[in-house]
């Protein structure tokens, strides 16, 4: 079994910063990709950021050159730094581990989810 818990949402002021963090616990042998999503009131889930396990990412367009995405692999844990935060990016942010377990081989685990709301 595999736990994924999300911190650091909140309400921020455009031009803020906020700092995510979600850590993975549990019988993990290993763990692969990591991601951000958010997912906006009427809106699909996007992807905002990945990480590979060596370290590669990418963003959305969006988000380029304001958010970083990074990971601690002995801690289990992915980051995302999120700077000049503008209303638009509101919405309930969710992380995405693959994990493989002793048992099984790599599975998508997702956050409870964190809200972040950007408002004046």
């Known amino acids: 079994q595999v736990q994924l818990v999300e911190s650091g949402g909140g309400l921020v002021q455009p031009g803020g910063s906020l700092r995510l963090s979600c850590a993975a616990s549990?019988?993990?042998?290993?763990?692969?990709?990591m991601g951000w999503y958010r997912q906006a009131p009427g809106k699909q889930r996007e992807l905002v950021a990945a990480?590979?396990?060596?370290?590669?990412?990418n963003y959305a367009d969006s988000v380029k050159g304001r958010f970083t995405i990074s990971r601690d692999n002995a801690k289990n844990t992915v980051y995302l730094q999120m700077n000049s935060l503008k209303p638009e990016d509101t919405a309930v942010y969710y992380c995405?581990?693959?994990?493989?377990?002793?048992?099984?081989?790599?599975?998508?685990?997702w956050g409870q989810g964190t809200q972040v709301t950007v408002s004046s």
């Open positions: 995405k581990i693959g994990v493989a377990t002793l048992f099984n081989p790599t599975y998508d685990y």
């Open positions: 549990g019988s993990i042998f290993s763990i692969n990709a």
């Open positions: 990480i590979t396990k060596g370290g590669s990412t």
